[in-house]
């Protein structure tokens, strides 16, 4: 089974650092996707990369950064961390080809709390 | 741009049937997708439909897609607590090329 790790379940943050998402995929999937959700506003597109070093601004990229060097990882970067970034973060990859199967696999998420 | 909305709760008994409707906006979106996210988990893909299909069943799962209304629903039979969850409905952002486009999502509480 594919597998989308993300490094960490839990972060707190202080308002002003930066901040580095981690996702692994270890299928060799062409795409990842950063998506944040939040109640009531479901989950909204950051960034997403069609392969390496190759990335794509989402409905809201403001606050955020990507980077993809290596094609297993996709990587998001908070700038300048503030309190209204506090959400629950999400990963996804699947591969480049068409047809439904190939998944939209997603990590099991990050709760990120700026403070 | 593409929209996909879909009602933010539904309650029922444990046995009943639950049916979680959304509506897209999108004509050309060629796959349809149900996905659930359990408490403090990450989203799972639990079913698909393709364009051309007005139907598809999986065990106790059962999609409906009414193109000419931009319609799908998910019916689960015979509901159990284990089916407590958020349900997004999910359509393919043809304008970002593979990016999906979710829907809020629909948090069903079962009952026993």
């Known amino acids: 089974d594919v597998k989308v790790t993300q490094s960490s379940r839990y972060l707190v943050k202080r308002t002003g650092e930066k901040v580095f998402l981690e996702c692994v995929q270890d299928?060799?999937?062409?795409?990842m996707f950063w998506y944040r959700q939040d109640p009531g506003l479901g989950l909204r597109l950051i960034y997403f990369?069609?392969?390496?070093?190759?990335?794509e601004k989402g409905d809201i990229p403001e606050g955020y950064s990507v980077s993809r060097e290596k094609k297993e990882r996709f990587s998001l970067i908070l700038e300048s961390a503030s309190t209204n970034q506090t959400s629950m973060y999400l990963c996804?990859?699947?591969?480049?080809?068409?047809?439904?199967?190939?998944?939209?696999?997603f990590g099991s998420g990050t709760r990120l709390t700026v403070v | 741009g593409e929209d996909v909305e879909q009602s933010l709760f539904l309650s029922v008994r444990e046995g009943d049937s639950s049916v979680i409707n959304c509506t897209y906006t999108?004509?050309?979106?060629?796959?349809l997708y149900w996905y659930k996210q359990e408490p403090g988990a990450g989203l799972q893909l639990l079913t698909y439909?393709?364009?051309?299909?007005d139907m598809k069943q999986d065990q106790r799962l059962t999609v409906l897609l009414n193109k000419k209304d931009k319609h799908l629903s998910l019916r689960i039979a015979d509901t159990q607590t284990g089916d407590s969850a958020i349900y997004f409905c999910?359509?393919?952002?043809?304008?970002?090329?593979?990016?999906?486009?979710f829907g809020k999502g629909t948090t069903l509480s079962v009952s026993s």
């Open positions: 996804a990859s699947r591969n480049g080809g068409t047809g439904v199967g190939y998944g939209y696999t």
């Open positions: 299928m060799d999937h062409e795409n």
């Open positions: 990369s069609y392969d390496v070093k190759m990335k």
């Open positions: 999108d004509s050309s979106s060629t796959y």
């Open positions: 439909i393709f364009s051309n299909m």
């Open positions: 999910a359509e393919r952002d043809n304008q970002a090329g593979t990016a999906l486009i």
